[in-house]
Nanobody, 125 residues
Framework: VQLQASGGGLVQAGDSLRISCAAS????????MGWFRQAPGKEREFVAAISWSGGTTYYADSVKGRFTISRDIAKNMVYLEMNNLKSEDTAVYYC???????????????????WGQGTLVTVSS
């Protein structure tokens, strides 16, 4: 499985942006897909996750109500719609897959076994 994140860029505070993650591979049916981010000088942190089959979503408190994670099973795509962006949202955003069940917690990056290369989102204030 290969994951390719795209759609990052430079936006103003208050703007919206959608980033995407494309998955390639002969068969792609993960247990869960997640988005993480890493700001300059900080550790990578959990942003959002979605169960592949049921579509159940999970969010970090810092983005709840502003970000929406979704997936398109037919296209093997995962999206992160980000609204009302703030300067503190500036980071490299990574998509990740947990390809098998069970999973202790979706908030721990060590639980994910496939990672994309990241896409940079810069929010200017």
């Amino acid at each position: 499985v290969q994951l390719q994140a795209s759609g990052g860029g430079l936006v103003q505070a208050g703007d919206s942006l959608r980033i995407s993650c494309a998955a390639s591979g002969r068969t792609f049916s993960p247990y869960l897909m997640g988005w993480f981010r890493q700001a300059p000088g900080k550790e990578r942190e959990f942003v959002a996750a979605i169960s592949w089959s049921g579509g159940t979503t999970y969010y970090a408190d810092s983005v709840k109500g502003r970000f929406t994670i979704s997936r398109d099973i037919a296209k093997n795509m995962v999206y992160l719609e980000m609204n009302n962006l703030k300067s503190e949202d500036t980071a490299v955003y990574y998509c990740a897959a947990r390809t098998y069940f069970p999973m202790r917690t979706m908030r721990d990056q060590s639980e994910y076994d496939n990672w994309g290369q990241g896409t940079l989102v810069t929010v200017s204030s």
